[in-house]
């Protein structure tokens, strides 16, 4: 079977520590960590991801900003889990 | 407290009081100190007579005085019975001219000889030999007093109105200040709050030694902004505690390439200073002077010299929240500088650099010592 192939984004590493802690438990799932919505914007570019964790208050480009300037090939292979760690 | 009020009022009573004993004691002497000619020759008796009538007299306006200053002019201010006003005061001063009227007539008939021989000699003075109930001048004279009497009396009463709503205003004023203040003061960052619980879930979850430590330092925050910032004013000591937690907390999130210095000397252990007015800089600071790639560095120093409070605080800007600004016009800053400006005005100054690289903030303030 497929692994889902996850990205989470947060500023906050200890919030991206636990997330990735609880996803390591789940086999079926592999996690990438971003820790700004740049570093984001670039995985994406080269990688395919499944599933998209994203902490929406963040220095820079907030998530939901990056979220509407995702390119649209993206969207189609995109499920949106949205936590906001605040 | 209580004391101080009543020591107030009794001197600031004192001082209203010798204001009307001197107006009056004025009021009754002066018809005496200007000799009219034609009471030079009159007989003793007649002369005590006119003294004490006068005096009568003027005894009878300044009850009118009193009257109209605490329980007239005042109903008229607050019951606007106009009307009413009018006609009590026509009542009084028909009441005045004829007891004025009816004692010159008195002293006149007792003396119909010698008014006679005036009028002789001074036909001006043709009115005190005749027998009429109302004379001219003297007509005048009352009516011009009497509304001289009342003009006062209506005009300290209109005054005492205003002081007494302009205090009452000032109270309300004074109160919203307050508390406005007070809610000001407990603003803690939710942001910080529970990123920093999820810090030391991740803690606790990893069995860091940390963990506790962290724990305690939260607590202590929280108990310090709680209940401490409640009072009036800090020691400087606490407040510093107060930051080296925070920071403290805030450097479990931040990655090592970050250089973060808090300098502050030891201090004297009796200065005091308004709670929470450093905070807001600190945390400025580790908002936007924090980097995840790259290398950044955050100094906070705080020195004393003899009564002036020196807080220097730099970081590098990186990019900013899109929904906040830089320059202070955010919430928190705003908050401080209008503490400052309550507590110390005129005994700080505060310098904010904000340049597209760096964020200085250099904040002095003249502490009062307790």
């Not at chain 1, 964790?53 to 889990?81: C, K, N, R, V």
């Not at chain 2, 009538?53 to 607050?78: A, E, H, K, V």
């Not at chain 2, 090592?256 to 030891?266: C, L, R, T």
């Not at chain 2, 906070?300 to 202070?328: M, R, V, W, Y």
Request: aromatic share 12%; net charge neutral.
């Amino acid at each position: 079977m497929n692994k889902l192939h996850c990205l989470a984004v947060d500023d906050e590493p200890f919030a991206l520590d636990i997330l990735a802690d609880d996803i390591g438990k789940i086999p079926e799932l592999t996690l990438v960590k971003a820790r700004s919505a740049y570093e984001a914007k670039n995985l994406l570019e080269y990688g395919q991801f499944d599933l998209l964790f994203l902490d929406i208050q963040m220095p820079g480009i907030s998530g939901l900003q990056f979220l509407t300037e995702l390119q649209a090939p993206h969207w189609l292979s995109l499920q949106l889990l949205s936590i906001n760690m605040q | 407290m209580p004391l101080d009020r009543a020591l107030h009022l009794h001197v600031l009573l004192n001082f209203k009081i010798w204001i009307h004993l001197t107006g009056w004691a004025a009021f009754i002497v002066s018809p005496f100190l200007f000799p009219l000619p034609f009471l030079k020759p009159l007989p003793a008796y007649a002369f005590q007579y006119l003294v004490y009538s006068r005096i009568g007299i003027d005894l009878l306006l300044m009850g009118i005085f009193y009257f109209n200053l605490f329980r007239l002019t005042p109903r008229l201010i607050s019951h606007n019975n106009t009307l009413s006003f009018i006609l009590i005061l026509f009542g009084f001063l028909m009441l005045i001219i004829v007891i004025d009227s009816f004692s010159f007539i008195f002293l006149k008939k007792h003396l119909q000889g010698f008014f006679l021989e005036v009028s002789k000699i001074d036909p001006i003075r043709k009115d005190l030999a005749s027998s009429r109930f109302l004379s001219p001048p003297q007509l005048i004279t009352n009516i011009i007093v009497f509304a001289l009497i009342i003009l006062v009396s209506s005009l300290l009463a209109v005054l005492d109105d205003r002081l007494r709503q302009k205090a009452y205003s000032q109270d309300i004023i004074y109160e919203k200040v307050k508390s406005e203040l007070a809610i000001l003061k407990l603003q803690i960052s939710p942001h910080f709050l529970f990123n920093t619980l999820n810090n030391i879930r991740w803690l606790t979850r990893t069995k860091s030694d940390q963990a506790e430590k962290s724990i305690i330092e939260l607590s202590d925050i929280l108990r310090y902004m709680l209940y401490q910032a409640v009072h009036e004013q800090v020691y400087l000591r606490e407040e510093i505690n107060y930051l080296t937690k925070y920071i403290n907390l805030q450097k479990l999130r931040i990655s090592p390439h970050v250089k973060i210095d808090f300098f502050h000397e030891a201090l004297p252990g009796h200065i005091k200073i308004e709670p929470l007015l450093l905070l807001p800089f600190v945390e400025n600071a580790f908002k936007f002077g924090i980097h995840s790639e790259t290398h950044s560095a955050i100094t906070i120093a705080i020195q004393l010299t003899d009564k002036e409070l020196f807080f220097f605080c730099i970081n590098p800007c990186f990019d900013l929240p899109s929904h906040e600004f830089p320059n202070g016009s955010g919430l928190g800053l705003q908050n401080v500088k209008r503490r400052l400006d309550l507590y110390y005005p005129m005994k700080h100054s505060l310098l904010i650099e904000s340049t597209l690289s760096q964020f200085i903030v250099n904040l002095r303030i003249t502490l009062a010592n307790e």
